[in-house]
């Protein structure tokens, strides 16, 4: 079945630098790679999506990069702000079914 | 306002006995999903129904039970065979056609606590 491995678990950076998670599948169907935050005791919330006829997507200071052939896909966040402080999901999307990375937890320090 | 609901937010349960959470949505999607979240671990599906009246089994379906009798309700019962059921439970749904894959939208979570 598909899995989705996510690095770091955990990550701090300086409020202003840039941080990068990055995650690897491994079913080559797979067609739709959303990243999700989720902030403490709530439930994730999108913040950024793409599908496999693309390779980058941006939103404003985040964006998402997949390498098809490498199978993996990374969030770059820029300018990072203390309310940008949570856990990121990346997941996998076949059959209609999201396969979860194992998250990571950010942390901005101002 | 258009939404996913999950009630209750905190539920406590004596070993040996089932529970069942409550899950619906007014967005008029035809997927709905279970997930269970540990401490510092991925979410991990527990069941899926792409359509009323059907469903399946995700990666860690023992020990749990569901029912989609309504297209707006996904109720998970959490029965007793379930050896470690303390966890955070999420509900998911999405427009779910095969083979369009869209933006999940998850409700707020249900903490169940066995005492």
């Known amino acids: 079945g598909e899995n989705v491995e996510q690095h770091p678990s955990t990550l701090s950076v300086q409020e202003g630098d840039s941080a990068v998670i990055k995650c690897t599948y491994s079913d080559s169907a797979s067609n739709y790679f959303p990243w999700y935050k989720q902030e403490l005791g709530k439930g994730p919330q999108l913040i950024i999506d793409i599908r496999s006829n693309v390779g980058e997507k941006k939103d404003q200071r985040i964006a998402v990069t997949l390498n098809k052939t490498a199978k993996h896909f990374s969030l770059h966040i820029t300018e990072t702000q203390p309310e940008d402080s949570a856990v990121y999901f990346c997941a996998a999307s076949i059959g209609g079914k999201l396969i979860f990375g194992q998250g990571t937890e950010l942390s901005v320090k101002p | 306002d258009g939404g996913i609901t999950q009630s209750p937010k905190y539920l406590f349960r004596k070993e040996g006995q089932n529970v069942t959470l409550s899950c619906e949505q007014n967005l008029n999607h035809d997927a709905m999903y279970w997930y269970r979240q540990d401490p510092g671990q991925g979410l991990r599906l527990i069941y899926y129904?792409?359509?009323?009246?059907?469903?399946q089994k995700g990666d860690i379906a023992e020990g749990y039970s569901v029912s989609r009798e309504k297209k707006e309700s996904f109720p998970l019962t959490v029965t007793s065979a379930q050896k470690n059921p303390t966890a955070f439970y999420l509900c998911?749904?999405?427009?779910?056609?095969?083979?369009?894959?869209?933006?999940?939208?998850f409700g707020q979570g249900t903490r169940l606590t066995v005492v």
């Open positions: 129904s792409q359509i009323v009246n059907d469903f």
């Open positions: 998911a749904s999405s427009i779910g056609h095969e083979g369009m894959n869209t933006e999940a939208f």
